[in-house]
């Protein structure tokens, strides 16, 4: 039995720590915590995890945001599933989920950027979701 679930609050945000790592490895907890509650409190950032039979497999964070070339959306900051449930659709359904709430809430559409060597998720985006490529994506560090 598939159940998506929004997480509100520490307790609930810990729940999504598992599965998060297996894309942001580099976190620790207190880190995730730290940035997770900056995020909601400064981003409207929120979290949804897709269940599968009790077990967290699929992880989504988002926020919505208002530009000039976009207009109304949502970014898509982290989605990832559990490596071992990847390929079987939970990513698709989770990420289609937060289309049909954006769409019902107003927005206009969904962006979000993924890493250059991440080819699988490329293709998952473009094949499976229908979105294109619409810009590079810069970041300066310091």
């Known amino acids: 039995m598939e159940k998506i679930i929004e997480l509100i609050g520490y307790h609930e945000w810990m729940k999504g720590f598992p599965v998060i790592t ?3 490895p580099h976190l620790t907890e207190q880190a995730y915590l730290d940035l997770v509650s900056l995020a909601v409190k400064q981003e409207n950032y929120r979290i949804k995890l897709l269940y599968k039979d009790e077990k967290a497999v699929s992880y989504i964070g988002y ?8 207009g109304k959306f949502i970014w898509v900051s982290d989605l990832v599933t559990v490596e071992a449930h990847r ?13 049909e ?17 991440r080819k699988e998720a490329h293709r998952f985006y473009e094949e499976k979701m229908g ?5 590079f994506s810069f970041k300066k560090n310091f």
């Open 63 to 70: 926020q919505p945001m208002i530009t000039l070339y976009y």
């Open 101 to 117: 709430e954006a769409r019902g809430e107003g927005f206009g559409g969904i962006a979000l950027s993924s890493n250059l060597q």
């Open 131 to 135: 979105f294109e490529k619409a810009s």
């Open 22 to 24: 297996q894309l942001r």
């Open 87 to 99: 390929s079987q659709g939970f990513g698709e359904r989770l990420l289609s989920h937060v289309e």
